[in-house]
């Protein structure tokens, strides 16, 4: 099974920062990966897909990049909306894995 | 506006059976090819199943295969997960996802989840 490790774990930051949130995978995947954010008790929403595409309706100040076994979230400035958790996902082989999440918290 | 929505989610006992559903609506239900993935309480997200648009081909997370079958009936508009053998490990909230990749597996819409919860 591929293995998705993202760092941190946890991060604490103020609103209009800019944050990253990287994700690592076991072995190559390509760009097949994908970004999700879940506020507490509601489903996961989608934000990027294969690495850097945007979803639709998803601000612009959300983006991603990466290829092969390296790759990173980044929200250019913090609204406060944004706190919440970030998963990171492979696409590239069954069985799908997530990342463990990434909680963003309010400083 | 495109809706899924779970059902059956319930309290039952470590080697019972349950059936969860997911009714979807707003979109071509037959075109997409559709997913299950669950969450733990306080944990993180885990895939579990997925199937084909036409149901040629299911997959399974190692952890529940020979124990759950998802299907679908394009007909009705619904899918489903057939869970026996429950244990405590399969607590969690189940959500229905639909898959929108031309590759496979990215998930743009998602059900509000349905609660599962094994115990004695």
């Known amino acids: 099974d591929i293995q998705m490790t993202q760092s941190p774990s946890s991060l604490s930051a103020a609103v209009g920062d800019r944050v990253t949130i990287t994700c690592r995978a076991s072995?190559?995947?390509?760009?097949?990966l994908n970004w999700y954010q879940q506020r507490p008790g509601k489903a996961p929403k989608l934000l990027i897909y294969v690495a850097s595409t945007l979803q639709s309706g998803v601000p612009a100040r959300f983006s991603g990049s990466g290829s092969g076994t390296d790759f990173t979230l980044t929200i250019s400035s913090l609204q406060p909306e944004d706190f919440a958790t970030y998963y990171c996902q492979q696409s590239s082989l069954t069985p799908i894995t997530f990342g463990q999440g990434t909680r963003l918290e309010i400083k | 506006e495109v809706q899924l929505v779970e059902s059956g989610g319930a309290l039952v006992k470590p080697g019972g059976s349950l059936i969860l559903s997911c009714a979807a609506s707003g979109f071509t239900f037959s075109r997409y090819d559709m997913d299950w993935v669950r969450q733990a309480p306080g944990k993180g997200l885990e895939w579990v199943a997925s199937i084909t648009s036409s149901s040629t081909y299911i997959h399974y997370a190692d952890s529940v295969r020979g124990r759950f079958t998802i299907s679908r009936d394009n007909a009705k508009n619904s899918l489903f997960l057939h869970m026996s053998s429950l244990r405590g490990e399969d607590t969690a909230v189940y959500y229905c996802a639909r898959d929108f990749g031309t590759n496979g597996y990215d998930f743009d819409y998602w059900g509000q989840g349905t609660l599962v919860t094994v115990s004695s």
């Open positions: 072995q190559t995947i390509n760009k097949y």
